[in-house]
Structure formats: structure tokens, C-alpha cells
């Protein structure tokens, strides 16, 4: 299926609903995210990469938040004759449909099994790869604590996690600048200040990011002791941990 333009929030709408994973997102998901998220293809290709160096054989790769499946493909063309299997989970039908017709356009013997499902059900072991691509700030606080340590006891020894996430500050002025420079990267990409409102009030009781020491803390706290940010565009990361 063909992404479309983004122009969910493009008309003025009274009542704002709480953004959700539908069909109406999963139809255009590839230009908004490439519109939102500043870096994300870098994040992406990347992913390939650490697995290339991680993943070993006989073993398993979790997606966990899959939407469209490009982390997926990234490390799917990285893991050549490893006899490894990708489980890749979302828990939006929508998205898992379009996951798997861009799965079945690229030929791999590398098998992925596609879940629909709650990534807090699914079961993790002989992991030697875990991908939180900006999945794990839609969970309640609570919540992450219990998939990460779900996480860390499923990977081997050696294992990698990547944990992408937008980030809040605890420094007031560094906070307003990234933001600031986040809001110029999307009216660069084309979205008018409506579009950018509503957006933002439709993510606002869903989306609940944490700092940079939020996320080492708990990382430590779970097991996790090589831990870094190994990329960083204004309040975007994409995070690194090693068991």
C-alpha cells in the first residue's frame, strides 16, 4: 500500500481525539514520520548496522512496535545465512496489513513473525536483539519498568537493546531550545501551525516522554551496565545497551 501526504490534522476539528495507530495514521505513517521525527532515517539504516554486529546465530530479533516493519527490513538485509528469526509485534491491525505487504516485496530467508498484539504479552528469550524504535514513551511509567525487565532477563548474554525516544530536558532552557528548533524542523517540512496544535493536543495524553537520566536509571535498575546515546537530533535519541 502507497503512503499518502499527511494532512490528518490540516483542518480545523473541535473536538481533538487522542492520537491513535489507526488506519488513517498507518495510511500516511511513512511521510509523517519523515516529517516529525528529525533523523529517523539515520536511526533506521542503523539499525542494520548494530545488527550486523550483534545478532548472532540461532537466535531471535524483537521488534516491539513495528508499525510499518522499516526496522524490520533494515535488519533483515544486515543478518544474511544466520539462521535467525524476527518477531516483529504492533499492537494496530492497520499497521501490521501494511507491515506485512512491505515485508513480502523484499525476497529473505531470514522469517518474521508478525504479531498483532500488545508488546507487553509477548514473551522474549534467546534474544540477541531488542528494537524500541519510539514505541516505549506511548506505555505507562509502570509498564516500562516491566518490559525492561522482561527484556533484559529474555537476551543473551552480549545481547543489544536499542531504545529510540523523544526526550524532555531537565534543564528549562535547553528544553525550550530543542523544542523550539523541533517545531522549525516540522514548518520546514511543510506543516502549518494548526496542523502542529492539534497534533501536539492529540498526543498529549498519550505520549509521555522521559529525560536522558530517566531512562539510564531505569536501565541500570533492570541490569543493563553499558548504556550510552549513540545518536541525538534536538529532542530525538536513539539509545544503546548492552547486557
Known sequence: ??????????????????????????????????????????????????ANKF?????????????????????RRHIKNRNCRIIAVDNSQSMIER????????????????ICGDIRDIKIENASMVILNFT?????????????????KGLNPGG???????????????QTLLYDLHLDFKRANGY?????SQKRSSLEHVMKPDTLSQHEQRLNHHGFK???IWFQCFNFASMVAIK
Do not use: W
Open 136 to 152: 516505549m514513551q506511548f506505555l505507562a511509567p509502570n509498564d516500562r519498568d516491566e518490559l525492561l525487565a522482561k527484556i533484559y
Open 192 to 196: 502549518s501551525e494548526l496542523e502542529i
Open 55 to 75: 545478532v548472532t546465530q540461532d537466535s531471535h530479533i524483537y521488534d516491539l512496535g513495528c508499525s510499518l516493519g522499516a526496522a524490520t527490513l533494515s535488519v
Open 1 to 50: 500500500m502507497k503512503s499518502s501526504q499527511d494532512n490528518i490534522y490540516a483542518t480545523a476539528c473541535e473536538n481533538i481525539s487522542d492520537f491513535q495507530f489507526d488506519e488513517k495514521v498507518a495510511g500516511v505513517f511513512s511521510d509523517m514520520i519523515k516529517r516529525s521525527v528529525p533523523g529517523y532515517g539515520q536511526i533506521i539504516n542503523t539499525l542494520g548496522d548494530f
Open 226 to 228: 553499558h548504556f550510552n
Open 99 to 114: 507491515c506485512s505487504e512491505n515485508l513480502t516485496a523484499y525476497v529473505s530467508d531470514t522469517p518474521v513473525d508478525l
Open 160 to 174: 543489544i537493546l536499542v531504545l529510540s525516544e523523544k526526550l524532555n530536558f531537565e534543564d528549562d532552557d535547553i
